[in-house]
């Protein structure tokens, strides 16, 4: 049962779609939470010892969110330590695992905290920012069954086309036609499977959306179209700020029809991003909604089929009212006596322009003829760009799905676009966060996900990119991606170039797979991920495990995150087989009892655990999904009784999917079938009792 509470006025943030079964209730959550109000709301809830939190989306630390305080402010800040409150989304849904679980949803798009067991031992405080909000307390017979709710009323999740589920190679950047040509030419040579090679920021003229630099890639158009015959897309950033340029036809447009945020006065708020001076499109207005989605359009005429949505918490460099009261302090403290407190005002004055809420305070938008400061509507500011994308491109591109990806984001984009994980680090703790990130954002209904493989920042080594390719071959978006001035981390880079081939090969033969359980998620509103804790409730061990995985109805995954580990410590809910993948093609099976194990892993393996009497679908590798035959299936598994799976089938681009089903895949008495003569199964490896 959903029950809905209306705190005074609330800004509409369309996160839910679906009131089905939602009932409007007064007092109903008075039974939930000992509430205090004012200008702000406190909502408070003592928790017995034990009683795990889950949700919360992107943010830091473990699967079980108790012991920290958390703050749903979407921010621009790329150091994801421990001791960080909150990253670049705002996901604001917990499932609370008491005897009798219950989910909490708080819509609201400006700031909200949630302080999960950290000032006090025993005690869930909720606290908003300002009293205007939507508060959804959600009833269950389960976990899985009350997110399975809030799923429903959320409404489904955007899915990306089948080439958007291979490998995708990224970095800031590759600058010019030539070095996106020797990404694509290495792979190739190497038969490392490849589907997507990206443009950052510098394929752009000055930094401007929807433009290109001639001098660096004379003909965008012809190099999409080499590069698609070799079955390898293009995916272009486009940035939230705007540049200041007279002559540019985006910015001129813009302030002709008054699409700009503004600042206190009604004038066009400046700013300052990558191209220096910039203006923020104001996304939570219909009419420059539009206006900027179809600028992608100039994209999409050249063949491009993929985005990525960034710096759009908006990211703000400094404005220039910040920037002239930082020039200011300089001058008062010129030739004075600077001690220890005037040292750290100085530094401050610059250090803290970046992202200052004094800026995002000051800026304004007209949702619609209702004026309203950015800092009430912070968190779905990049939701509602990335809905301008999504929004245009049904229109520009009717029947066909773009991948769309975005770094800002709320709880509702999710129906747009898919995440990334946001600009992580080259740190092996960051293995183990992307980990406890795809459970926490299947619950807010992000299926399409995936961290930077290898890490963004910092310089990466050899054997921490074959550790992170083997978690990465798991997620949907499996992208790799670094930074400027940082080791080339491409995998044709490293030693032994084709033990890391022969990971990215392995994720092409998950593919059915995985991309039948993304798809059945989505349409059954389930998790693709999740915690032991919610498939084994009755299980103390379980609900303890903070490094493994469900996914899907057949698989745990437990990868190997700690640096020169010969193995690890597993543990196994119910009777398993362990598949140790020595290379796409060469493994070892093991029959694993339910108990604790420890596994030895090298570091070119990668183990999989399926559940007896399931099976494990897969196919031929490929160098890119165009060229998967998808119709030859092998199986894996243990098998007692009898395993049935169910292959999920479309045509991999049509948003209409008239052609999706579910085809039977069966394993009994010794022999493999299917219930399709489209389809040819062989045994791949099962064992049978």
């Not at 080594?461 to 790799?480: C, E, K, Q, S």
């Not at 995998?491 to 081939?501: D, G, K, S, T, V």
């Not at 990668?606 to 060229?627: D, G, H, M, R, Y």
Request: proline share 3%; aromatic share 12%.
């Amino acid at each position: 049962m959903i029950y809905r509470q209306k705190f005074g006025e609330p800004i509409e943030t369309q996160a839910v779609v679906n009131l089905n079964g939602v009932e409007d209730c007064s007092d109903k959550y008075l039974e939930y939470f000992k509430v205090e109000s004012g200008s702000k709301v406190s909502l408070r809830r003592t928790l017995k010892d034990g009683v795990a939190v889950y949700g919360l989306g992107e943010s830091t630390r473990g699967i079980n969110k108790r012991g920290w305080s958390y703050q749903s402010f979407c921010s621009d800040d790329p150091l994801h330590t421990e001791d960080k409150r909150s990253l670049y989304g705002a996901h604001n849904f917990i499932v609370i695992a008491e005897e009798k679980p219950f989910g909490v949803f708080v819509d609201i798009p400006g700031k909200v905290d949630f302080d999960i067991c950290f000032k006090s031992c025993d005690t869930l405080e909720i606290l908003t920012d300002d009293r205007d909000f939507y508060l959804y307390i959600i009833t269950g017979e389960s976990m899985k069954d009350i997110v399975s709710q809030f799923r429903k009323i959320i409404g489904k999740s955007y899915m990306p086309p089948l080439w958007a589920m291979g490998y995708q190679q990224c970095r800031w950047s590759y600058p010019d036609e030539e070095s996106v040509r020797k990404v694509a030419d290495e792979h190739r040579k190497l038969e490392i499977p490849l589907d997507a090679v990206y443009l950052d920021i510098d394929y752009m003229e000055s930094f401007k959306d929807f433009t290109v630099d001639k001098s660096k890639f004379p003909d965008l158009q012809k190099l999409t179209e080499d590069l698609k015959s070799d079955g390898i897309h293009l995916v272009p950033i486009i940035d939230a700020g705007v540049k200041i340029e007279d002559g540019y036809e985006v910015y001129e447009q813009g302030v002709e029809n008054g699409y700009f945020c503004k600042d206190e006065n009604g004038e066009n708020y400046v700013t300052a991003v990558w191209p220096g001076k910039t203006m923020f499109p104001d996304f939570l207005n219909s009419e420059a909604r539009r206006w900027f989605g179809m600028k992608y359009k100039y994209l999409t005429d050249m063949g491009i089929d993929g985005f990525w949505n960034d710096m759009n918490e908006p990211a703000i460099f400094y404005s220039e009212k910040g920037l002239e009261k930082a020039w200011a302090n300089i001058e008062d403290k010129k030739g004075k006596n600077i001690d220890l407190y005037g040292f750290f005002d100085l530094r401050d004055s610059f250090s803290k322009l970046a992202n200052s809420e004094d800026d995002y305070r000051a800026m304004y938008h007209d949702m619609d003829g209702k004026r309203v400061n950015h800092y009430k509507v912070h968190n779905i500011y990049g939701y509602n760009m990335t809905r301008s994308a999504a929004e245009a491109l049904d229109e520009i591109r009717p029947n066909k799905k773009t991948l769309l990806y975005s770094r800002a984001s709320y709880i509702g984009m999710h129906r747009c676009s898919g995440i990334w994980m946001g600009d992580n680090q080259s740190w092996w703790s960051h293995i183990l966060l992307n980990l406890r990130m795809l459970p926490s954002l299947n619950m807010c209904g992000f299926l399409y996900t995936g961290a930077d493989l290898g890490g963004f920042g910092g310089n990466s080594t050899r054997d921490l990119v074959l550790r992170w390719l083997a978690l990465g071959i798991f997620n949907p978006l499996m992208r790799n991606h670094s930074a400027l001035g940082t080791r080339n981390q491409e995998c044709y880079n490293f030693e032994r170039p084709q033990e890391l081939a022969e990971m990215v090969r392995l994720r092409y033969r998950l593919i059915p797979y995985l991309y039948s359980e993304l798809n059945k998620a989505n349409d059954n509103y389930t998790m693709m991920f999740r915690p032991l804790a919610f498939d084994y409730p009755d299980d103390k061990f379980a609900q303890a495990v903070e490094d493994q995985l469900m996914l899907g109805d057949e698989l745990m995954i437990a990868p190997v995150y700690e640096q020169n580990a010969i193995g690890r410590s597993v543990y196994v809910p119910e009777d398993m087989l362990l598949v140790l993948f020595d290379s796409s093609e060469s493994f070892t099976t093991r029959k694993l009892e339910k108990g604790h194990h420890f596994i030895q892993v090298g570091l070119t393996q990668v183990p999989v655990f399926i559940k007896k009497n399931a099976v494990l679908p897969l196919c031929k590798s490929a160098i890119s999904t165009e060229k998967l035959n998808m119709s030859e299936i092998t199986i894996i598994g243990w098998v007692e009784d009898r395993a049935e799976y169910k292959l999920y089938t479309d045509d991999g681009i049509s948003v209409s999917n008239k052609g999706e089903k579910l085809i039977t895949l069966s394993a009994e008495n010794g022999e493999v079938g299917c219930d399709s003569g489209n389809i040819r199964v062989e045994d791949g490896g099962v064992v049978f009792e």
